[in-house]
């Protein structure tokens, strides 16, 4: 969906989301008359979007004293979403993983452009160092929590318009898949620790400085060829990959 067929209220939902993760639990915001100017929609545009980020317990609404931000709790043993990824050879991603358990999975879009490709990025990609790809940056939630930073890199040419797709609530391989025609037949894993930088701290609302589980991902088409290069930073201290590891049965067990 591009922004233009998007409805009033979801465009709205995204800003207000993206303005609550820049500010301090308890923090009070505007006046719903301030905020229809600010916005340019009617109250009852901005009361369905602020509807959205309330249900994921981003703000509380009390009525006579305002909307304020509301940090969730963090989850219970009986509502955990685990921190991390599992991967085998179904390679159904993030989305399809949480999203088949019955979580909502959705997405801020941070940027999505042309950049000049780093030595990790133009090694995994092979490209030269330098040359143009194309970038995409996502604050990722789960359950209205924010879960992890992923950023994913393409080649420029492979696959033309896919900046205009909306990523909010869209599966990235499900889309590469169904409108490329192009599905992983090989991941390459890298798993780490490493401090988050200061930028990237602040977009996940991290406030110490405790290493933070790192996951880079190479991923292959059936020729061979890498098309996709990402990597994600979780917000959790205890962060979990899993591997399902396959092989080839003896005839004769």
Not at 30 to 57: F, N, W
Request: charged share 25%; proline share 4%; with cysteine.
């Amino acid at each position: 969906m591009s922004a233009a067929s998007m409805p009033k209220y979801r465009a709205v939902e995204r800003q207000l989301r993206a303005r609550v993760a820049e500010l301090e639990d308890g923090t009070l915001l505007p006046t719903e008359a301030r905020m229809c100017e600010e916005y340019d929609v009617s109250r009852i545009t901005l009361r369905r979007a602020i509807e959205e980020i309330a249900r994921d317990g981003l703000v509380t609404r009390h009525r006579g004293h305002g909307t304020k931000v509301s940090r969730p709790a963090p989850t219970t043993t009986e509502n955990h979403v685990e921190q991390g990824e599992h991967f085998d050879s179904r390679f159904t991603g993030f989305f399809g993983q949480l999203t088949g358990f019955g979580h909502r999975v959705h997405s801020d879009i941070l940027e999505f452009g042309l950049v000049r490709a780093n030595t990790s990025v133009a090694g995994a990609l092979r490209v030269d160092r330098h040359s143009e790809v194309l970038h995409m940056s996502r604050r990722r939630y789960v359950d209205g929590n924010v879960h992890q930073l992923s950023r994913t890199w393409f080649g420029p040419d492979r696959f033309p318009g896919i900046e205009t797709e909306d990523f909010f609530e869209q599966s990235l391989y499900g889309c590469l898949e169904e409108k490329y025609g192009v599905s992983i037949a090989q991941q390459d894993l890298s798993v780490s620790l490493r401090v988050p930088s200061r930028d990237e701290a602040r977009t996940l609302g991290i406030t110490d400085r405790q290493p933070r589980l790192s996951l880079q991902i190479t991923a292959c088409s059936s020729d061979g060829e890498p098309f996709l290069y990402g990597e994600s930073v979780f917000v959790s201290t205890d962060a979990h990959i899993y591997f399902t590891a396959g092989g080839n049965r003896p005839e004769n067990p």
